[in-house]
């Protein structure tokens, strides 16, 4: 997750490790919090993979600081872990969250698959604590915990459905105005064989 992450950051402007962990805390909503115990780590064997290099070393403040982008392997392992399809589980919020931040790299109809993959995952995460509300007495704070939770589930649910809307209204107007250019073309070639 925290490759994807990178790759992601990098595709957009080379950076040096500090930039980096600020831009992963600012752009992921502040949800994720990377410690440069892991942040390192995870450069140096994305840079022993061949996915990004150094460029430059900046000097600052009797400091040198490496500056790092993305290479063309990169961009192939950045594209395979953002379109990579698993089984959702508990832990994968956080990672429809980091790909989710990268959605913009992502054709259409693969932006509906996952989101649509996302909301069936959250629909069974839902039917599971409506069962558990219905048979499980507790007391009051664990009865708040699962409606939260419920709720919560709810609320995710109905974003993903707006979300999966707007994409399919984009997608139909994208290819109506296709339809029409096309036809528009055709109309023009048979006036000026005419």
Known sequence: ?????????????????????????????????????????????L??????????????????????????????????LLEESGPESSGEDNRFRVRMAFFKYLSPETRIRLLERRRAFLEER?????????????DM????????????TEQDIAWLN???????RATETMSGGSKRRSTARSLRRKERAT
């Open 47 to 80: 840079e022993r993979q061949g996915a990004v290099e150094q460029i430059f070393g900046k000097q600052e403040v009797g400091r040198r600081k490496n500056v790092y982008r993305i290479t063309e392997k990169g961009e192939t392992l950045f594209r395979e």
């Open 1 to 45: 997750m925290l490759e994807l992450a990178i790759l992601g950051l990098l595709k957009e402007r080379s950076m040096h490790g500090y930039q980096l962990s600020k831009r992963l805390t600012d752009s992921l909503g502040g949800f994720w919090r990377v410690s440069y115990g892991s942040l390192y780590p995870s450069l140096k064997r």
């Open 162 to 168: 707006g979300l999966i809307a707007a994409e399919r």
């Open 126 to 138: 839902l039917s599971t604590i409506r069962s558990s509300l219905a048979t499980t007495g507790g």
């Open 141 to 152: 704070y664990t009865m708040s915990l699962m409606q939260h939770g419920r709720e919560t």
